[in-house]
T-cell receptor, first 116, second 114 residues
Framework: GAGVSQSPSNKVTEKGKDVELRCDPI?????LYWYRQSLGQGLEFLIY????????KSGLPSDRFSAERTGGSVSTLTIQRTQQEDSAVYLC??????????????FGPGTRLTVL | AQKVTQAQTEISVVEKEDVTLDCVYE???????LFWYKQPPSGELVFLIR??????QNEISGRYSWNFQKSTSSFNFTITASQVVDSAVYFC???????????FGAGTRLTVKP
């Protein structure tokens, strides 16, 4: 497709389980971002990948959160030992090779994670 | 520190009314970028505008207009003659020139009633 895609669209899991969320950025976009949007809240930055550089992990809320980006394209956000407070919509965005954060970001539809 | 404040949590207007969404930001940087995004009920954020800190000219795009005032650290968004399809959550965001420190406001939920 032409846009950013994310899977699954919805994920319900039990507390303590691990989950993996996937993001397929727009082809050719070297920058990829993960955000978290809790109910009624703004977007919280989690992690940023740019090309082959080391990712900026400064927004990850705890060491239970990790992300990787294979081959400079698809990214997976992993949450280990999920807690109820992890319930949120996880958004992925990508941007063009021309710039960093200050360029337009294209967002995916998000993955709604519910931890029971 | 960077911060974006959208004081209006929810706004409700009747179709064809004009509405202004407020955005106030804080930054110590002299070069920075401001954005507005729209999040319709479908959930996918849509980019509306980007403005750099050196360009204070107001911008108009159809029914949308933006008023950037560095003196008051504000980047307000006005929708003229609102329509039901404008109903969405609107986010203001701020990014530094360097680094990956994009900050979003909490968003303003706009409801346009027919």
């Amino acid at each position: 497709g032409a846009g950013v895609s994310q899977s699954p669209s919805n994920k319900v899991t039990e507390k303590g389980k691990d989950v993996e969320l996937r993001c397929d950025p727009i082809s050719g976009h070297t920058a990829l971002y993960w955000y978290r949007q809790s109910l009624g809240q703004g977007l919280e930055f989690l992690i940023y990948f740019q090309g082959n550089s080391a990712p900026d992990k400064s927004g990850l809320p705890s060491d239970r959160f990790s992300a990787e980006r294979t081959g400079g394209s698809v990214s997976t956000l992993t949450i280990q030992r999920t807690q109820q407070e992890d319930s949120a919509v996880y958004l992925c965005a990508s941007s063009s090779p021309r710039g960093g954060f200050y360029n337009e970001q294209f967002f995916g539809p998000g993955t709604r994670l519910t931890v029971l | 520190a960077q911060k974006v404040t959208q004081a209006q949590t929810e706004i409700s207007v009747v179709e064809k009314e004009d509405v202004t969404l407020d955005c106030v930001y804080e930054t110590r940087d002299t070069t920075y970028y401001l954005f507005w995004y729209k999040q319709p009920p479908s959930g996918e954020l849509v980019f509306l505008i980007r403005r750099n800190s050196f360009d204070e000219q107001n911008e108009i795009s159809g029914r949308y207009s933006w008023n950037f005032q560095k003196s008051t650290s504000s980047f307000n968004f006005t929708i003229t003659a609102s329509q039901v399809v404008d109903s969405a959550v609107y986010f203001c965001a701020l990014n530094r020139q360097a680094g990956n420190d994009m900050r979003f406001g909490a968003g303003t939920r706009l409801t346009v009633k027919p």
